[in-house]
């Protein structure tokens, strides 16, 4: 019984591959790809083949059925397809004689998905990405690669091609499937290790369910409008990489993609009808799922004598594999989701918070996400790493803070005048274990295949820091020596001040943040920063007591009570999809659900 559920593992998911290659949400860019024309044959109730000959290849192409379920249920794609790719003619053949034969539209359907697994664009897509453990993974030329092919063409405008042209395809599989799950008599047989199986509508309806979910999940694919790019490339994320972040083209590409009149995350003119219809697919593959557990129920009241040669056993007994009192639970389950897709249902939370969802109302924002972001303005580039909030003025020189953040911008510089650098971090080691002033430096320069650690001595005179060779390095061999000396460096008034003779720097709370945006509230009065949110909260006598000390302070995280009052939001029911919410409740099932009831960890 055990290898016969491996097949049964294709019958109630035989589309689960789809949900693979769009899990990916393929980026487009450029114009979106045209919507597919579905196909507009119909299929009616099972029929039977009367031609001898016809039969005799349709009885001889049938045995192709079992082995594509198997091959599939090991997960063994292309030889799912090698094998139904040998008889797909076949039954296409029966098919324009008799239309309406379910054995010979299981056989094709069976066709039409193996060779959508293996489509070669979509998987181009997909293989690229996943030969990383993760996105954080992918490199610049990794995103490269999936924007521009070897034509010149964007490879994910072909990919998202591809997945509009796999659509209709996908349909005819659907209308096959249909036609299987609506006739009550239409089994399929299979012989496993001297043993006969059969697949009836308590398979077959789960599979077409999965096909529907697929559907909808390529037409999100689709439909959605994800580029991320400026002018046709991912340079500014190397940038990004490059510099820590620190590169107006990267802060100037976040800027646009966050403004609301950006066309990312919006629907494709074309594509929305599709797209809010996602819904219904949905609803159709909760309805067939149905179908399939209510054939099970009903099979079960017969006993075991009409399911001896079923992949499970329905029944209340010890001879059962599956119980009938599940298989209601998952109805009654089910039909809540339903009613979810359509006019919200109300869902408890793992902490027990309460919410009205309602999924349908997400489709229906077609004109991107940005509007419902909380309120909030993004500062020029050139005020980026100017400390406004969340830091003070302490006469040591600490690491993480913004002077380091100058001194490493500085001496990065200083080296690509000579020598050009793939990888750069520097820091600073500092505060209370050194003289007000004072510091270690040490910097990780990396490029082509060649590497280097080097550390200095740092001393601060009236805001111009000198560095002094120490014997802390190590050198991958001695052309990687581009770094022996250190030109002196003039930090900013910014970031440091000398005040009353006493020489002061900007130091961060907690970390350096840079200073990209600030929430405001509706009328667009500055609440909070991001900058001071990231470093927290400390009260004058707990700075008082730290610079005293010569310690740095340790601030207190801002709570979700506090937040409730520094970050509003345009729409908190996100478009409906939340009916009812208000603020109070947003806060307060966010207080519920964290970890930390206190404190929210950014």
Known sequence: MKESKKFIALAIGACSFLMGCSDSNPTNIGQPADTPNPPSFTAFSCQEVTDATVAAQLESAKASIKDVLEELGDN???????????????????????????????????????????????????????????????????????????????????????????????????????????????????????????????????????????????????????????????????????????????????????????SFTTVYDNWKPRYKDIPNLLDSAIQFVEVGLQYGIDESKNGIKTQLNDPYIVGDDEMADVSAKDFQKAIDSLEQYRKALHTGVEITLPA??????????????TDGWQDYLPYHKFNDYSVW????????????????????????????????????????????????????????????????????????????????????????????????????????????????????????????????????????????????SLQGLENGKVTEAELAYAIENNKRPTPKDYTLDDMKNLIFFPDVTFGGVFPGMTANQFWEILKTESRNDDAYDW
């Open 76 to 262: 063994n794609l292309k030889n799912a397809q090698a094998i139904s790719a040998q008889t797909k003619s076949t039954f296409k053949a029966v098919l324009d004689k008799y239309p309406a034969n379910c054995e010979a539209q299981l056989g094709y359907a069976l066709s039409i998905i193996t060779d959508l697994m293996n489509n070669t664009k979509i998987k181009a897509f997909v293989d690229t990405v996943t030969n990383k453990a993760n996105l954080a993974d992918m490199g610049i030329e990794d995103f490269n690669q999936l924007l521009i092919a070897d034509n010149g063409k964007h490879l994910t405008s072909m990919s998202q091609e591809a997945i509009a042209a796999a659509i209709p395809s996908l349909d005819s599989a659907i209308i096959y499937l249909k036609n299987i799950v609506g006739d009550d008599n239409f089994v399929c047989h299979y012989n496993f290790e001297d043993r006969s199986f059969e697949l009836d509508r308590g398979e077959f309806a789960p599979a077409l369910a999965t096909m529907f979910v697929a559907k909808a999940l390529l037409t999100f694919g689709a439909s959605l409008n994800i580029d991320i790019s400026a002018n046709g490339k991912y340079d500014w994320m190397n940038d990004a990489d490059k510099y820590n972040g620190d590169s107006k083209t990267f802060a100037d590409q976040i800027i646009a993609l966050m403004d609301k009149g950006s």
């Open 352 to 365: 027990g918070s309460k919410v009205t969802i309602n999924i349908a109302k997400f489709f229906e924002i």
């Open 385 to 528: 790493n100017i400390p406004v909030d969340g830091f003070y003025w302490s006469a040591n020189l600490y690491g993480d803070s913004h002077a380091e953040y100058e001194i490493n911008k500085a001496i990065r510089t200083q080296i690509e005048k000579s020598i050009k650098i793939d990888y750069f971090y520097g820091y600073l080691y500092g505060g209370y274990s050194h003289t007000a002033g004072t510091a270690e430096y040490c910097a990780d320069v990396g490029y082509g295949v060649s590497y280097m650690y080097r550390c200095f001595d740092v001393k601060a005179t009236n805001c111009t820091v000198t560095f002094e060779p120490n014997d802390d390095y190590y050198y991958g061999n001695e052309n990687t020596k581009i770094i022996e000396t250190v030109a002196p460096i003039t930090l900013s008034s910014s970031i440091c001040q000398v005040q009353n003779g006493v020489q002061l720097f900007a130091t961060a709370y907690d970390d350096y943040e840079q200073n990209a945006f600030y929430f405001t509230d509706p009328a667009g009065n500055k609440t909070i």
